[in-house]
Protein backbone atom coordinates (compact mmCIF):
# COMPACT_ATOMS: atom_id res chain seq x y z
CA UNK A 1 0.00 0.00 0.00
CA UNK A 2 0.99 3.74 -0.36
CA UNK A 3 3.00 5.30 2.53
CA UNK A 4 4.71 8.60 3.15
CA UNK A 5 6.78 8.45 6.07
CA UNK A 6 7.46 11.58 7.64
CA UNK A 7 10.59 12.20 10.40
CA UNK A 8 12.68 14.83 11.53
CA UNK A 9 10.26 17.11 13.14
CA UNK A 10 10.95 18.27 16.65
CA UNK A 11 11.10 20.99 18.76
CA UNK A 12 13.93 24.04 18.32
CA UNK A 13 14.47 27.37 19.56
CA UNK A 14 13.61 30.59 17.27
CA UNK A 15 16.37 30.85 14.90
CA UNK A 16 17.10 27.11 14.96
CA UNK A 17 16.87 24.68 12.02
CA UNK A 18 15.35 21.63 11.09
CA UNK A 19 15.25 19.00 8.70
CA UNK A 20 12.23 17.35 7.78
CA UNK A 21 12.04 14.05 5.59
CA UNK A 22 9.43 11.90 3.56
CA UNK A 23 10.10 8.54 2.67
CA UNK A 24 7.45 7.68 -0.13
CA UNK A 25 6.96 3.56 -0.71
CA UNK A 26 3.75 1.94 -2.84
CA UNK A 27 3.57 5.02 -5.66
CA UNK A 28 5.69 5.90 -8.83
CA UNK A 29 7.84 8.61 -7.15
CA UNK A 30 8.70 10.35 -9.95
CA UNK A 31 5.68 10.59 -11.27
CA UNK A 32 4.17 12.63 -8.72
CA UNK A 33 5.16 16.52 -7.27
CA UNK A 34 5.98 16.64 -3.82
CA UNK A 35 4.64 18.68 -1.52
CA UNK A 36 5.46 19.88 2.15
CA UNK A 37 1.73 21.66 4.29
CA UNK A 38 1.55 22.97 7.19
CA UNK A 39 -1.48 22.68 9.95
CA UNK A 40 -2.29 24.75 13.11
CA UNK A 41 -4.80 24.15 15.07
CA UNK A 42 -8.51 25.84 13.69
CA UNK A 43 -7.15 26.37 10.28
CA UNK A 44 -6.72 24.70 7.21
CA UNK A 45 -4.02 22.68 6.07
CA UNK A 46 -1.40 25.51 3.64
CA UNK A 47 1.22 24.25 1.17
CA UNK A 48 4.96 25.96 2.20
CA UNK A 49 6.68 24.15 -0.41
CA UNK A 50 6.14 21.96 -3.09
CA UNK A 51 8.37 20.45 -6.01
CA UNK A 52 7.34 19.30 -9.65
CA UNK A 53 9.68 20.08 -11.79
CA UNK A 54 11.86 22.91 -9.79
CA UNK A 55 10.77 24.12 -6.08
CA UNK A 56 8.33 26.67 -5.24
CA UNK A 57 7.14 28.64 -1.87
CA UNK A 58 4.97 30.08 -0.12
CA UNK A 59 6.12 33.75 0.83
CA UNK A 60 6.06 33.15 4.32
CA UNK A 61 9.03 30.93 3.99
CA UNK A 62 11.12 31.79 1.07
CA UNK A 63 14.47 32.56 1.65
CA UNK A 64 14.39 30.15 5.04
CA UNK A 65 13.28 27.39 3.95
CA UNK A 66 14.59 24.53 0.94
CA UNK A 67 12.76 21.77 -0.34
CA UNK A 68 14.82 18.35 -2.09
CA UNK A 69 13.69 15.44 -4.02
CA UNK A 70 15.53 12.42 -4.77
CA UNK A 71 13.48 10.13 -7.13
CA UNK A 72 16.65 7.22 -6.55
CA UNK A 73 15.64 7.12 -3.24
CA UNK A 74 11.89 8.36 -3.49
CA UNK A 75 12.33 10.76 -0.66
CA UNK A 76 11.32 14.74 -0.52
CA UNK A 77 13.13 16.56 2.15
CA UNK A 78 12.38 20.16 3.42
CA UNK A 79 15.50 21.94 5.31
CA UNK A 80 13.89 24.72 7.35
CA UNK A 81 16.67 27.21 8.80
CA UNK A 82 15.55 30.46 11.17
CA UNK A 83 12.60 29.08 12.04
CA UNK A 84 9.89 31.42 13.71
CA UNK A 85 7.27 30.68 16.41
CA UNK A 86 4.77 31.36 13.55
CA UNK A 87 5.95 28.27 11.89
CA UNK A 88 4.64 26.35 14.78
CA UNK A 89 2.35 23.01 13.13
CA UNK A 90 2.02 20.00 12.13
CA UNK A 91 3.84 19.22 8.55
CA UNK A 92 2.55 16.71 6.27
CA UNK A 93 4.29 15.50 3.08
CA UNK A 94 2.28 14.84 0.31
CA UNK A 95 2.02 13.53 -2.97
CA UNK A 96 -0.27 15.18 -5.59
CA UNK A 97 -0.68 16.47 -9.18
CA UNK A 98 0.79 19.78 -9.26
CA UNK A 99 1.45 22.73 -7.23
CA UNK A 100 -1.53 24.42 -7.63
CA UNK A 101 -4.61 21.66 -7.36
CA UNK A 102 -4.36 21.31 -3.41
CA UNK A 103 -5.89 18.24 -3.68
CA UNK A 104 -3.17 15.59 -3.15
CA UNK A 105 -3.33 11.86 -3.62
CA UNK A 106 -1.64 10.48 -0.05
CA UNK A 107 -0.64 12.35 2.87
CA UNK A 108 1.96 10.91 5.45
CA UNK A 109 0.69 11.05 8.78
CA UNK A 110 1.72 14.41 10.18
CA UNK A 111 4.72 15.44 11.80
CA UNK A 112 4.93 18.13 14.89
CA UNK A 113 7.56 21.04 14.39
CA UNK A 114 7.58 22.91 17.63
CA UNK A 115 9.29 26.24 17.92
CA UNK A 116 9.48 28.44 21.01
CA UNK A 117 12.07 30.09 23.35
Known amino acids: QVQLVESGGGSVQPGGSLRLSCKASGIDFKYYTMSWFRQVPGKGRERVSC?????TYANAVKGRFAIFRDNSRSTVELQMNNLKPEDTGTYYC?????????????WGQGIQVIVHS
Open 94 to 106: AAEDNCVKGDPWH
Open 51 to 55: FSTAP
